[in-house]
Antibody, heavy 117, light 107 residues
Framework: EVQLVESGGGLVQPAGSLRLSCAAS????????MNWVRQAPGKGLEWLSS????????YYADSVKGRFTISRDNAKNSLYLQMNSLRAEDTAVYYC??????????WGQGTLVTVSS | DIQMTQSPFTLSASVGDSVNITCRAS??????LAWYQQKPGKAPKLLIY???FLDGGVPLRFSGSGSGTEFTLTISSLQPDDFATYYC?????????FGQGTKVEIK
């Protein structure tokens, strides 16, 4: 079955940076759009960014535009999220997810990012 | 950006009840709407895509309808496993925003 495994979360100070990774397996990663979604403690889901299968097309939510950068390495079956200028309100569980027919059909288990001094 | 508004925020129901959750888009999204179920501490699970298509393995008591700006998720004959939070999500050219969620609680 499709597997998505996030890593790279942890505790970071305000204004710091962190890079999340999502390792994909058991499907043709190169053929799918991929996404990052987060969920702050006790809150709802927030879409952050999407990247096309080739990496040529990228979209961001306004809340992270200019601070976060999505990228992918199709040779390594990996998705990334570079997060800069982190704020307390970026504290959340971060999920990667695959797009199929305009929906997110597979999700990772999530990685927790805590922004605190 | 397209905004998604779900109602109600919470819903109290009993096993066996039929429940409806509504999702409204701030502009037309054709049928590009998905529904997800999330349980505490777990990743969301896709239930319905393209407004009315059931994802594989999803029980037939779940159904979706609507197009344009108004959509509905119906759960007929609520089961104990269905008590969870449900989210709608739109998918358009530039964004993929979620509704704020509807928590279905046991009455």
């Amino acid at each position: 079955e499709v597997q998505l495994v996030e890593s790279g979360g942890g505790l970071v100070q305000p204004a710091g940076s962190l890079r999340l990774s999502c390792a994909a397996s058991r499907f043709a990663f190169v053929s799918y759009e991929m996404n990052w979604v987060r969920q702050a403690p006790g809150k709802g889901l927030e879409w952050l960014s999407s990247i096309s299968s080739s990496g040529a097309t990228i979209y961001y939510a306004d809340s992270v535009k200019g601070r976060f950068t999505i990228s992918r390495d199709n040779a390594k079956n990996s998705l990334y999220l570079q997060m800069n200028s982190l704020r307390a309100e970026d504290t959340a569980v971060y999920y990667c997810a695959r797009t199929r027919i305009a929906a997110f059909d597979y999700w990772g288990q999530g990685t927790l990012v805590t922004v605190s001094s | 950006d397209i905004q998604m508004t779900q109602s109600p925020f919470t819903l109290s129901a009993s096993v066996g009840d039929s429940v409806n959750i509504t999702c409204r888009a701030s502009q037309s999204i054709s049928s590009w709407l998905a529904w997800y179920q999330q349980k505490p501490g777990k990743a969301p699970k896709l239930l319905i895509y393209k407004a009315s298509f059931l994802d594989g393995g999803v029980p037939l008591r779940f159904s979706g309808s609507g197009s344009g700006t108004e959509f509905t998720l119906t759960i007929s004959s609520l089961q104990p496993d269905d008590f969870a939070t449900y989210y709608c999500q739109q998918y358009n050219s530039y964004s993929r925003t979620f509704g704020q969620g509807t928590k279905v609680e046991i009455k």
